[in-house]
């Protein structure tokens, strides 16, 4: 029998000097800097600052990104940052923060909304002058033409009374936020934090959150660039729908690809399809999709209400263990999904093309997932006003994840989740040291992904700066 390797013996002591943890989230910080957040952050917060004295909102703005990016919980989480002044400076202690939060009302909200679109414009520039600039979304093997958006809504529980906070259509109790993402790089455009009991398919607050997300889009992209809009059956109230097609006038080309409920009009349309009617579904790689099957229903199902040139789609698969069926999904044997689209046919609209387009919608959900491991899994506050703040750090530390694998990263580490970030990057432990009047960070020669983090810092130093 083999015996277990012994791990070495070590004698552990608390007197290390010039070693720092965390070390790779300088290079957020640095980020958050060249990409001009740190300073519209500073802008819009001015008013907060008392007597031009203390430290600079703005600067505390993007510590906490910086530290919720980095994989921090609460507030006091800062503590990394600023036990750590030889790395990142100055960082605000926590009841400073926390009267930060506390100060920012609507109106500043608003201003931080401004300047993480500022940044964001910024940011899709230093992408288009150093690379290819913001990547396409694909569908069976195909790029799609412009930027994708793609809403959905998560319950977020909470675990003491806070206000507004309310129970769920799941029977837990806390918040029930709307959230927007580019599909495009996983920036998070907008959010809106909504009691535990709002609706899911409020018009309204689909509105608030899409009209939120298209002003975080630069104006050269916003305005002559195909914007599709993709959302659950949540997101198929007449209202919101009517919405996204009114967009247009504006000069802004949005579409629409969003569920809908299979109602008792659309199962008799379903029943009465002849097998003729019923094409291959797809994969992503533009394969045919064994045992699923998509046809139009178009002209069976009333759709007056909705804009013009609605179309009507739905998808039958065999169902795999575990799925939550319908009873009449459990009557025909087979799973079946319905959304609305407005893309016509004559420009690559087929049925199974839109289908497999509608279905990347399904990645909003690690989006969302990995949201919640980046800020807004976890309100801190009593206070609804806070917790709101704390919303929009959260979609600022997500958009500084993003633009890290846009601007800075190879790889896989270019499409990687954020602990895989904050595991090979962001968390390393490097050594300061002084020579020839500079300050050194030297990454362990034996890390793994010491390469990668190296030329991450010397990508950041050449990217163009924005003029002061």
Known sequence: ?????????????????GVVGHA???????????????????????????????????????????????????????????????????????????????DTGE??????????????EVTWM?????????PAVTAAGRELPGLVLDLDATLVTCHSEKEQAAPTYKGGFGFHPLLCFLANTGEAFSGRLRPGNAGANTAADHI????????????????????????????????FLTHVRDMQKRGIRTFFSVGYPITEPV???????????????????????????????????DLDDYPAGTRIIVRRERPHPGAQLSLFDQDEGLRHQVFLTDTPYPSGGSAQFLEIRH??????????????????GRFPSRDFGVNAVWLELSLAAIDLLAWTRV?????????????????????????????????????????????????????????PRPAS
């Open 126 to 134: 230093q992408a288009a002058e150093t690379g290819e600039g913001i």
């Open 359 to 376: 279905r990347g919608h399904a990645t909003v959900e690690d989006r969302i997932r990995c949201g919640k491991s980046t800020g807004f």
């Open 24 to 102: 790779g989230a300088r290079l957020l910080a640095d980020l958050a800097d060249a990409t001009g957040l740190t300073a519209a952050y500073s802008a819009a917060l001015r008013p907060l600052r008392p007597r031009g004295t203390g430290h600079d909102p703005g600067r505390i703005a993007a510590d906490l990104a910086v530290m919720l990016a980095d994989g921090g919980e609460a507030i006091t989480d800062l503590a990394v940052l600023r036990d750590q002044a030889e790395v990142f400076g100055p960082v605000a202690s926590t009841p400073t923060a926390w009267r930060l939060l506390a």
């Open 107 to 120: 109106a500043a909200l608003a201003s931080m909304r401004t300047a993480r679109a500022s940044a964001r």
């Open 267 to 301: 199962r008799r349309a379903i029943r009465a399809l002849p097998d003729r009617f019923w094409h291959p579904a797809l994969d992503q790689d533009g394969t045919l999709r064994d045992g699923a099957d998509v046809a139009e229903l178009t002209g069976t199902v």
């Open 1 to 17: 029998m083999k015996g277990i390797g012994s791990r070495p013996k070590l004698l552990v002591s608390a007197d290390g000097l």
């Open 208 to 239: 608030a959150v899409l009209d939120q997300a298209l002003m975080q889009i630069p104006d050269a992209h916003r305005h002559g660039t195909d914007i599709l809009v993709r959302a659950d059956s949540a997101g198929s109230s007449r209202a």
């Open 407 to 463: 601007l800075l990263l190879d790889g896989e580490l270019a499409t990687a989740e954020p602990k895989k970030l904050r595991y090979r990057l962001l968390h390393v432990v490097a050594r300061l040291t002084r020579g020839g009047r500079r300050l050194r960070l030297r990454i362990s020669a034996t890390w793994p992904w010491r390469h990668d983090l190296a030329t991450a810092f010397q990508r950041l130093a050449a990217l």
